[in-house]
């Protein structure tokens, strides 16, 4: 489209209004061909023309900076339809207006003279305006990219594509040393007109075109002057220079920054070019040697892209300065919790979370304006650090000492002059050699100081505080880091967490300090291998709830059947209580009578027990007095019962021992089944419990009882169906949903060590190739370089996009990852290729091998024949010489005989 600033609107690639600019685009040609003429052949008697020289330029030719910006706006968001007829229309009269505005480039910087390295005696504050148009206006037609326009302007015949790099390396004095931001400018333009001809390209036609007259230490150079010209002239850190100063101008670290990403790109077809930009792992040393390359490369990213015709393409691009508030936890959590998707690749999960660390980036920007809160943020980690420490000690300096006593013992002079001693050396090794170990040592001198001098109370109420006040620090720090959004608040599950140990170490420090045992607990939190066991239980919750419903249900079912059947096995020995003990009896009868009986007035005898209850019952009517009575008798019949019970057993049985020590008190026995409810209980906490089962508690009957063969069976039911199967069952849920998440740990560590995160590719696939896998995962598919890419796209202008960020533009705001590559990599298709070019290469020289060959045995051959042709001739010529000296000598005969 094209800005409002010329009153045009719609979509640039409307074919009628394509139709409609024809006679604009004619006059604009006519113009520019008067224009240069103007140039070349001043008229030196017309006024008009009289500024034309290396002062300025007549104002007919400035007429043209409009005209190149209208141009410009035509072929605004990489019109490709309206970049190529600007080359070619489909008339009679067709006006190449690339090259008409490289020749007016080429005019206007004194290429028609041959001053290509006096650039600074054409080019000055008179036309430095119409020189940045015509540069812009030559960016515009070669974005998108457009292949047609890039050969146009490489190969067209005036020395336009030289001038463009001669702004680049020369200086162009003396505008330089008078308005050095309008050279920065026209170098910045001129190095984006060079990326734009080499935009998408994948041979290596346009960077040996663009090399054709460069020196590699040339370019290297301007790379350094550039980088050293913003170290010097500008009072700005050369860290921050691109956030300090203004979009609107060109600055130095912008242009040599530019410049770098040319020769970067171009050094992937010059072997001494990348040698001079010390690129890859071996050369990271001699890199780091040079302050501007290393600047600059710390500041570059590259990444691949799948374009919509599934070829591979290479970007290289300026990380933006956000990126660099990008912390390190939040890369860790991406690194380590990304899930994989169906197709085995965490890119969905990943570009689901660019949002989210996009919007980091701006908190923690605006975060650094406030220096005490940025202070206490970026200290998060130490802050957790040092509150679980105090709670380890304060735990550790309770489970010691506990009751604390009022008045602390003295402790002898020597041990007080010692931990003094080492109190003053472990403070100056802080001072001088600060490390973790001996600022531990100095806190542990400290505190038994602390204690032998003020007290444990006191030493806990310290500890306690510092406690308090360093979990107030990393809240703050925490939500420093989070961000203050309500809606990031509400769904917040850890800040919940932390909110509430804040409160537990309140409570330790305010109610008692038994408080502080269950801090202990946030060691689940801060080990992976804790939280995994944790998580076994949790993970399959529902299994091993339905799995314990199950078990009570037997239970359950086992306790009616006892009820029913074994009531009288289920009697078992008990402790007597201690002195001073309530029993359960009395709490139910002070709840049933409406007060508890006294102690000395408790029956010890079941008569007085009797007695008090019929004593009680004067206040009841005759109907309420003859129920309690039959309960009485009941009760009193079910007494007699057991005392009989107990008498057989004791004819039976031969009298417990009593140990030596024991002082000869003999057993309880209690029944624990008169009620289902009891019953329950008792098989639950009994049978669960012990390793045989229920079995083990109850009553062994004697082998002539008839409830012999019953209970066996009921035993070692219980014993198959509760103990070794279900309970097995629930152990079993959690043994495996442990094993899983280690197995799962483990495939992430192995994933993450020898799987590539942006294409899935395995190490095996880069062995014996050019490029390793470290090379590959650090540089073509950084997975942080992708997202700096994302952030890039959504810092920077629409209008100022090249082509391929408009396409990576596009495919983000659809939620897309098309541009992913997936199993794919340009370092193995160019080694493929390579390998199909060495096999076509032996091929052909096998060919011409057994070529020469054959030629050598078809001249053999031939020469053979000619020799057998010679001596057939030899033979021919011998025998008719001899004929003819036969014949002679015959006729000399015959005339000596005549």
């Known amino acids: 489209g094209i800005n409002a600033e010329y009153g045009v609107t719609g979509q640039g690639n409307n074919k009628t209004r394509v139709d409609d600019m024809q006679d604009a685009l004619s006059q604009a040609a006519s113009a520019s061909k008067a224009a240069m003429a103007a140039l070349r052949n001043p008229e030196d008697d017309d006024p008009q023309y009289k500024e034309i020289g290396l002062e300025g330029v007549g104002a007919e030719v400035m007429e043209m900076t409009h005209v190149l910006r209208f141009l410009q706006l035509l072929c605004e968001n990489h019109n490709l339809q309206l970049q190529n007829y600007l080359r070619k229309q489909d008339n009679k009269n067709s006006y190449n207006l690339i090259n008409e505005t490289l020749e007016l480039i080429d005019a206007l910087c004194g290429g028609t003279t041959g001053g290509l390295g006096l650039l600074g005696l054409y080019i000055n504050e008179g036309n430095f305006e119409l020189v940045d148009q015509c540069l812009c206006t030559l960016t515009e037609f070669c974005q998108g990219p457009c292949p047609e326009n890039q050969t146009a302007i490489a190969y067209q015949e005036s020395n336009g594509i030289d001038i463009i790099v001669a702004i680049v390396l020369n200086d162009i004095n003396p505008l330089a040393k008078r308005r050095m931001s309008l050279v920065l400018q026209l170098k910045n333009a001129a190095a984006k007109l060079l990326l734009s001809i080499m935009e998408s390209r994948q041979d290596s036609d346009m960077a040996e075109r663009i090399m054709q007259n460069i020196q590699p230490s040339y370019l290297v150079n301007a790379i350094r002057q550039a980088y050293n010209t913003g170290s010097t002239a500008e009072d700005i850190d050369p860290l921050d220079a691109e956030e300090e100063i203004g979009d609107d101008e060109a600055t130095p670290h912008e242009v040599g920054h530019n410049i770098y990403i040319l020769a970067y790109q171009l050094s992937e077809y010059n072997k001494e070019l990348a040698h001079l930009l010390c690129r890859g792992f071996i050369n990271e040393a001699s890199r780091l040697s040079d302050p501007a390359l290393d600047y600059y490369s710390k500041r570059t990213a590259q990444i691949e892209v799948v374009r919509y015709d599934r070829s591979l393409e290479r970007i290289v691009f300026q990380v933006p300065p956000i990126c660099n508030y990008l912390t390190k936890t939040s890369k860790l959590k991406v690194l380590y919790t990304a899930e994989r998707d169906e197709q085995g690749s965490k890119v969905t999960d990943f570009f689901s979370r660019t949002d989210d660390l996009f919007n980091e980036m701006i908190w923690q920007k605006k975060l650094r304006d406030n220096p005490l809160l940025y202070a206490i943020s970026r200290n998060m980690p130490l802050w957790a650090t040092i509150v679980f420490l105090l709670a380890v000690t304060c735990n550790f300096l309770v489970a010691l000492f506990y009751p604390f006593p009022d ?466 001739k030899q033979k021919q010529r011998t025998s008719l010489l001899g004929g003819i000296t036969s014949q002679q000598s015959v006729g000399q005969s015959a005339s000596s005989t005549t």
């Not at 037997?554 to 009531?567: A, C, E, K």
């Not at 020995?573 to 508890?596: K, M, R, Y």
């Not at 009517?621 to 008798?633: I, K, N, P, W």
């Not at 990599?825 to 160019?830: F, G, Q, R």
């Open 407 to 872: 008045v602390e013992e003295e402790i002898p002079t020597s041990i007080s002059v010692f931990i003094w001693l080492m109190i003053v050396i472990l403070g100056c090794l802080c001072y001088l050699t600060p490390n973790s170990k001996t600022i531990s040592l100095l806190v542990i001198f400290s505190i038994a100081r602390l204690k032998f001098s003020a007290g444990m109370n006191f030493t806990l109420t310290f500890l306690g505080l510092c406690q308090v006040v360093g979990k107030a620090m990393y809240l703050i720090s925490y939500l420093g880091n989070r961000g203050f959004k309500r809606e990031n608040l509400k769904r917040d599950g850890e800040l919940l967490y932390r909110n509430g140990y804040m409160v537990l170490c309140i409570l330790g420090l305010v109610v008692h300090n038994f408080f502080y045992s269950i801090l202990m607990l946030d060691i689940i939190i801060r080990e992976e291998t804790l939280l995994n066991v944790i998580r076994s239980v949790t993970r399959n919750g529902k299994s091993i709830i339905l799995t314990t419903v199950l078990a009570l249900i037997l239970v359950y079912l086992f306790s009616v059947v006892g009820f029913i059947f074994l009531r009288d096995d289920f009697v078992m020995e008990v402790d007597a209580s201690p002195e001073g003990a309530t029993h359960i009896s009395s709490f139910v009868n002070s709840l049933t009578i409406g007060s508890a009986p006294e102690a000395e007035s408790e029956p010890s005898t079941l008569s007085g027990l009797l007695s008090e209850g019929m004593g009680s019952c004067a206040a009841f009517s005759d109907e309420e007095r003859a129920a309690l009575t039959a309960d009485c008798e009941k009760l009193w019949d079910e007494v007699k019962c057991a005392c009989l019970k107990a008498a057989t057993q004791e004819e039976t049985t031969p009298a417990p021992v009593a140990e030596e020590e024991g002082g000869g008190d003999e057993p309880i026995m209690v029944r624990m089944c008169d009620t289902l409810f009891l019953c329950i209980i008792t098989t639950l906490n009994q049978g669960v419990r012990n390793g045989g089962g229920i079995g083990d508690v109850l009553r062994r009957p004697n082998i002539s009882e008839l409830s012999f063969f019953p209970r066996i069976i009921y035993d070692l039911l219980f014993f198959f169906v509760v103990i070794i199967i279900v309970l097995n069952l629930i152990f079993g849920v959690i043994i495996d949903t442990f094993a899983d998440l280690r197995s799962e740990k483990q495939e992430k560590d192995e994933i993450l060590r020898n799987t590539c995160f942006i294409c899935s590719l395995e190490r095996g696939a880069f062995d014996n190739k050019t490029v390793s896998f470290e090379e590959h995962f650090r540089m073509e598919h950084n997975l942080w370089h992708y997202l700096y890419f994302i952030v890039l796209i959504k810092v920077k202008d629409p209008t100022e996009f090249t082509g391929p960020e408009s396409y990576v533009y596009e495919m983000v705001k659809n939620k897309k990852l098309d541009w992913f590559p997936r199993m794919r990599a340009m370092s193995l298709c160019s080694d493929e290729a390579e390998n199909d070019q060495n096999e076509f290469r032996d091929l052909k020289i096998t060919l011409e091998s057994t070529k020469s060959h054959v030629e050598s045995l078809s001249k053999q051959l031939q020469e053979l024949k000619d020799q057998m042709t010679q001596q057939r």
